[in-house]
């Protein structure tokens, strides 16, 4: 399997100019990096302005390997293959390798770039790409890339140090400043020389002169740390080192690299605005920075996300006056390590009176808007801090919990809370504090720990009786003068403390029934399955010639095919739902089929819009405005992927296509209105999209001026 690596970008507060003459000190040979055995120039090419220097070296590599493995490969050393090609008018340096040795066996191909900060002409931006190919290689081909991947990884960490090596070395030798290229007929190319006899710039054939009055020489190499000066010059698809450092944490650089990779797919494939870096890392780290499984929840996730309108649930949800007043749980400030604290006092709730009162799902509405809520507070803390704080702490107090907690309903909703909380806010728990567990505990632990992914569960700490107030407990954890007073601190905490719901408040099954189905159907979508065979047809009844039709859809699993048809009659349907002077048919079932199969293409109806192919995890939005009274049909029908469209994908997107053509059903979720053509002022998407943040759009454009048809749009 191919192995990738993509660096952040890293932010040099040095003109390009010195940049390159720090670079070039580490030729022919470099102390730093005792792997870097020597090199040979094996071309060189300047253009007559001396713009543009093109310099092909063979590099000797000293590789860290058992001596086994280089006995059985019968090699001391690896050569490489590095082509710079330096323009100094454009100010760019790009850097190409391969490898020489072993490279029907080995595939390694690196790519690297110096290019001057978009913002601030004085910085320099670097970054860098690899992969890593293993065909074959005496059967240690699993030992070989661990190898390769850990001597590469080394090398980015020390590529930094180098640079700033030698600018202090330049610095110390007085040179702080170097004059940008420019055309001259005086100066002519000199031949590459030692640096110790150099007289002019090895980065410019210019000459070095003192920085210019005003100049700071004295400031030494460092990378720029403002959000401000990384965020707003860094393209949407990169991230600046210093930002992930200091908002998301100290990653490894093959994380790194996931997590540029994961942002850059979610970029690519949906358009438009993508969830924030803290949220993708989550999702990488609970699937140990597999790409392809983070990307799978993380996609399912987006999708649920959009579905129920979680995006502004903080604005939307107004808790009941139950939960106000029999909810024992609140925030209260924070733990020792800056994370936002929420407390719960579960055993002093009742949990079959808030199930009774309010139902299953209005408790998991409310669940999710305390954990959006901490991730809003996290975000705060972070800025606060001055260092990355991406989860919070939970302290559970379990006095008086007994058997009537382990009321079966109430268990039920409490396991539906925990597998929609581990799908879809993972990594968002950073610790557990389960106070005085009662003898009644591990009944319910053994009822819902197989419901817990593995990771949390590391992060409980169960304490018994009042084993929590001495050394090892709650002053581990939280600082003293925080402790709420019924934990026997001094801190006044106003966190509800629950009680019995009062019978009165109970409500019918079917009531609780009926407000269930309101809540979660409060979505302005729909849920369709399209099979092969098998399209999913809507009708739309047109009244008024010349109103529009808007939709906006999601492609949740498989590739489809979007078509919109126009017909003078109506088809068979089994139930109609009639909106305003328009209907919208939508039967029983989540797919349906309208178009008569005697019907034919031409003479019973015909197609309005080109076909648009959509793939798996876009977004559509779009409008149709209408030349006929009459049935228009949007269609949704499975598209089969050509055997020979998979041989230019990579080996991962392979894989997924693979899996993708071997099912036979796709989904999709929709929305559709009609606007009369008076209330028309231009191509419309729903509400819900356009204010989601995590909405995922789709690049695809068609319009047709002929019919007066719709504009595919995006944001």
């Avoid at 809003?376 to 939970?394: A, H, L, M, Q, Y």
Wanted: charged share 25%.
């Amino acid at each position: 399997m191919v192995q990738k690596y993509q660096s952040p970008v890293r932010v040099y507060k040095y003109s390009f100019e010195l940049i390159m003459a720090a670079y070039e000190r580490r030729f022919p040979t470099c102390h730093l990096i005792p792997m870097f055995v020597g090199s040979d120039i094996l071309s060189d090419f300047n253009s007559e302005d001396g713009a543009v220097t093109v310099v092909e070296r063979k590099c000797k590599l000293d590789v860290d390997a058992p001596r086994l493995i280089k006995k059985m490969a019968g090699v001391d050393y690896v050569y490489f293959i590095q082509k710079n090609s330096l323009n100094r008018r454009d100010r760019t340096l790009h850097i190409e390798a391969h490898n020489e040795t072993f490279s029907n066996r080995i595939v390694v191909h690196e790519y690297c770039c110096y290019t001057v900060h978009p913002d601030n002409e004085e910085w320099t931006c670097f970054e860098q790409s690899a992969s890593l190919d293993i065909k074959s290689f005496f059967g240690f081909e699993s030992t070989v890339e661990k190898i390769a991947m850990k001597q590469y990884t080394s090398n980015i960490r020390k590529g930094k140090e180098i640079i700033e090596y030698y600018l202090n070395q330049m610095e110390q030798e007085g040179i702080a400043y170097l004059p940008r290229w420019s055309p001259s007929p005086v100066l002519q190319p000199v031949k590459s020389i030692p640096t110790s006899e150099r007289p002019v710039s090895p980065a410019q054939n210019i000459p070095i002169t003192k920085a210019p009055e005003g100049h700071n020489s004295k400031e030494g190499p460092r990378l720029a740390t403002s959000p401000s000066e990384t965020l707003s010059s860094t393209p949407d698809d990169k991230l600046d080192a210093d930002y992930i450092k200091r908002y998301l944490g100290d990653l490894t650089p093959l994380q790194e690299s996931c997590l540029i990779r994961l942002r850059q797919w979610l970029q690519e494939t949906h358009k438009g605005k993508i969830p924030k870096d803290e949220h993708i890392l989550r999702f990488l780290r609970a699937r140990d920075f597999n790409i392809d499984k983070a990307r799978e929840i993380l996609c399912q996730s987006l999708t649920w996300r959009k579905q129920h309108q979680v995006d502004y649930l903080l604005s939307t949800w107004d808790p009941p006056q139950v939960l106000h007043d029999y909810y024992a749980g609140g925030w209260h400030h924070h733990d020792k390590d800056g994370r936002p604290l929420y407390m719960l006092r579960l055993g002093q709730m009742d949990t079959k009176g808030l199930v009774r009162a309010l139902g299953e799902e209005s408790l998991l509405r409310h669940v999710l808007s305390i954990n959006e809520e901490g991730l809003r507070r996290c975000e705060e803390n972070t800025k606060v801090f001055g260092r990355p704080i991406s989860c919070w702490t939970c302290l559970v107090d379990l006095e008086g919990l007994n058997m009537r907690h382990l009321w079966r309903p109430g268990v039920k909703a409490l396991l539906r809370i925990i597998e929609v909380v581990e799908a879809n806010y993972p990594e968002t728990l950073g610790r557990l504090l389960i106070l005085r567990a009662p003898r009644v505990f591990p009944v319910l632990w053994t009822l819902v720990s197989p419901f817990i992914d593995e990771n949390t569960r590391k992060k409980f700490l169960i304490y018994a009786g009042n084993d929590y107030q001495g050394p090892g407990g709650l002053v581990d954890y939280i600082d003293k003068e925080i402790i709420p007073d019924f934990l026997g601190g001094e801190c006044m905490c106003e966190v509800p403390e629950g009680g019995l719901v009062p019978k009165a408040l109970y409500r019918t099954p079917e009531e609780l029934e009926s407000e269930d189905v309101r809540l979660w159907t409060e979505t302005i979508y729909q849920s369709a399955s399209v099979f092969k065979g098998s399209p999913h047809e809507i009708m739309i009844q047109i009244v008024d010639a010349s109103s529009v039709i808007t939709w906006d859809f999601d492609v949740c699993k498989g590739d489809v095919v979007f078509n919109i048809y126009h017909s003078k009659r109506a088809p068979q349907v089994p139930k109609k739902d009639t909106i305003g002077a328009h209907g919208i048919t939508s039967p029983v079932g989540n797919n349906v089929q309208l178009i008569d199969k005697v019907w034919q293409l031409g003479r019973d109806y015909s197609m309005v819009e080109s076909p648009l192919t959509c793939k798996e995890g876009e977004s559509v939005q779009g409008s149709h405005v209408t030349r006929w009274p009459g049935f228009y049909i949007l269609q949704w029908k499975f598209h089969s992927m050509p055997a020979c469209a998979t041989t230019s994908l990579s080996r991962v997107d392979d894989v997924l296509a693979s899996l993708q053509v071997s099912s036979h059903k796709c989904k999709v979720m929709y929305y559709t209105e009609i606007i009369g053509s008076e209330d028309f002022r231009g191509s419309m998407t729903s509400l819900e999209s356009s204010h989601s943040g995590f909405s995922q759009l789709s690049a695809a454009t068609t319009s047709s001026s002929q019919s007066h048809s719709s504009s595919m749009i995006s944001r």
